[in-house]
């Protein structure tokens, strides 16, 4: 009476991962080296400064492959530049999370792909911006990440002065990285949980 719940089991266990719908992607850049300038009185020279980028975008689906500069426009992004966070769902061209205007992204024009014959990514070109507090008052932040590496721009108040801030301008030469995490259905996810328990409760029905 086993070998029929274990096969039904199984079932559900290969259907989930096929119920994928919506294809999450996470980006990890490398550091990007700078300069930092400039303190509140009394000024001092430009020191260095490094930045990294990291984030993540949600898709209605998988990227498809051999894709050549593709536009996308994700349901979900959060980057991160220094930790300074922003994103979350989508609007048209806005990314909105939170309360204030610190919490929430611009997309600079789209989100363009590349992707070889498996569908992994080898090219991109993303531009972001965040305007900041009360209208560019910081912290506030750039950034762009291609293929070709990373740039960016963090302005981030010293708490001296509302003015007063510390800006870091940096870039790399060498890309980061993309991986791709499978994302279930949940309504598909939960129909293959019922299939389970009715199966169970048929054999145990017939087992009496």
């Known amino acids: 009476m086993k070998n029929p719940l274990w096969g039904m089991l199984g079932v559900v266990l290969m259907v989930g991962p096929l119920a994928a719908s919506a294809q999450t992607y996470d980006y990890t850049g490398l550091t990007m080296e700078g300069t930092a300038c400039c303190y509140p009185y009394p000024y001092s020279p430009p020191t260095g400064g490094e930045l990294t980028l990291d984030g993540t975008i949600t898709l209605s689906a998988p990227l498809a492959p051999n894709l050549v500069n593709a536009p996308v426009t994700p349901t979900y992004a959060l980057f991160s530049l220094n930790g300074y966070s922003a994103g979350g769902s989508v609007f048209p061209g806005t990314l909105d999370f939170g309360p204030t205007a610190t919490d929430y992204i611009l997309i600079a024009n789209t989100m363009d792909f590349s992707t070889n014959g498996s569908g992994r990514i080898t090219g991109w070109n993303i531009g972001l911006f965040t305007p900041g507090t009360g209208g560019y008052t910081p912290p506030y932040w750039t950034a762009t990440s291609t293929s070709a590496g990373d740039s960016g721009i963090l302005v981030v108040p010293t708490g001296f002065n509302i003015t007063d801030a510390v800006t870091t301008v ?17 309504s598909l996810a939960i129909s293959g949980l019922v299939l389970l328990l009715s199966g169970v409760a048929v054999l145990r029905g017939r087992r009496a």
């Open 170 to 186: 940096a870039s790399n030469a060498t890309a980061g990285s993309w991986t791709a995490a499978p994302e279930i259905d949940p």
